[in-house]
């Protein structure tokens, strides 16, 4: 049993209140919902793709999809980054292209 009294309480009601109040809500930090040396470690290797990809974010909106497909013809390496960019961990996967008709 804790001793209240030692440690400034007057009785194990107002402990217990304190103590409550001054739990916090998790004790969940940021690694626990990312592995940032794995993060920070892929990005290294592979820092040229992704400012290639960044380039996307410096155009309008409008031409954005016609600007991503030419960066992916014209450097394919940055192709096996987007399950990454898209959290999917599947290393294969199949993409309907509505131009081609073909998956």
Avoid: H
């Amino acid at each position: 049993m804790v001793d209240y009294k030692k440690l400034g309480y007057k009785n194990i009601e107002e402990y217990n209140i304190e103590f409550l109040d001054t739990l916090l809500n998790t004790n969940r930090t940021y690694e626990y919902f990312v592995d940032w040396k794995k993060v920070f470690s892929k990005l290294e290797d592979k820092i040229v793709e992704i400012s290639i990809l960044n380039a996307l974010s410096k155009i309008q909106t409008e031409n954005v999809e016609e600007k991503f497909r030419e960066i992916l013809n014209k450097y394919p390496e940055c192709v096996p980054l987007l399950p990454t960019i898209l959290a999917i961990r599947d290393i294969k996967f199949d993409v309907f292209d509505s131009e081609k008709k073909n998956k």
